[in-house]
């Protein structure tokens, strides 16, 4: 699965390397700590600023660009009466997106690219603080770089929420992170792993095709990534607190053995020895 990862780019950054039109308002880079709920920027068709498409009326053809817009983690269907339904909604598995009600038209239409540096997954504990505690790991590009997941984007009005002047109130969009089983060394820390993109080409299959139907026709493959270029490496259980948002919490981290930790907890893995 994928419950944290890390986005350290400036929206600028990201457009630039991926020849998107920016549409965030130069937002800032969510941090190096992302959980669910967050704003974070997403690669999309350009048909992403409009109001979904009538049931049953099939999607205008794409533009030949693409758009970098702020989307919320977790996915708030059309249908859902409130957004509570998003923490469930994080992840999609692969395997059965194009059959469950909160995904089959985001899978035949919505798909997003999102760039991030990496993700964190836990497995086993560390001595932190004098007790145990879960050990993350970081899993990205060696030498740091940016890796995209493969997702489902959605809208999702507020029903009954007038927005500012009785209009209504204004569209969210919201996605999910797709997910597959996991391989080589991501494989050992956890069984599912994010679904990748490998370069722009296959972000561009992946989202601005316009194949109807079975997307995996656009971009065969992605079933089973190769995670096998990919490092994993324990970091500080600093990032165990979402609240922590500040520190270099991607590089490597081995407590030495017997020496306590006396990092307090949130602030900042520079404050005291490791």
Request: net charge negative; glycine share 10%.
């Amino acid at each position: 699965m994928c419950g944290r990862f890390a986005s350290t780019r400036s929206s600028k950054d990201l457009s630039v390397l991926f020849g998107a039109r920016d549409t965030t308002g130069d937002a800032p880079p969510p941090g190096p700590n992302v959980g669910p709920t967050r704003d974070v920027p997403v690669l999309v068709t350009p048909r992403a600023s409009r109001a979904p498409e009538p049931e049953g009326l099939a999607p205008a053809a794409p533009e030949p660009t693409l758009d970098l817009v702020l989307a919320r983690w977790g996915l708030v269907p059309s249908w859902a009466k409130d957004p509570g339904i998003a923490a469930k909604l994080i992840n999609a598995r692969w395997e059965t997106a194009a059959t469950k009600p909160a995904f089959r038209k985001a899978w035949r239409s919505r798909r997003c690219a999102v760039p991030v540096d990496g993700w964190y997954e836990w497995d086993g504990e560390v001595e932190w603080q004098g007790r145990p505690r879960r050990r993350p790991w970081f899993i990205g590009p060696p030498g740091g770089g940016v890796v995209c997941l493969a997702g489902l984007w959605e809208l999702w009005r507020p029903p009954g929420e007038p927005g500012a002047a009785g209009e209504p109130a204004p569209w969210w969009t919201t996605f999910t992170v797709l997910t597959t089983d996991a391989t080589d060394e991501v494989g050992r820390v956890h069984d599912r792993a994010p679904v990748l993109l490998p370069d722009e080409s296959a972000v561009r299959a992946w989202i601005g095709s316009g194949v109807q139907g079975d997307p995996a026709a656009a971009a065969p493959g992605l079933a089973a990534p190769d995670y096998g270029a990919l490092e994993v490496v324990p970091v500080s259980p600093l990032v165990n607190d979402v609240r922590v948002q500040e520190g270099d919490l991607t590089a490597p981290y081995w407590p030495p053995p017997g020496v306590p930790q006396q990092l307090e907890l949130g602030a900042g893995p520079s404050a005291g020895p490791l």
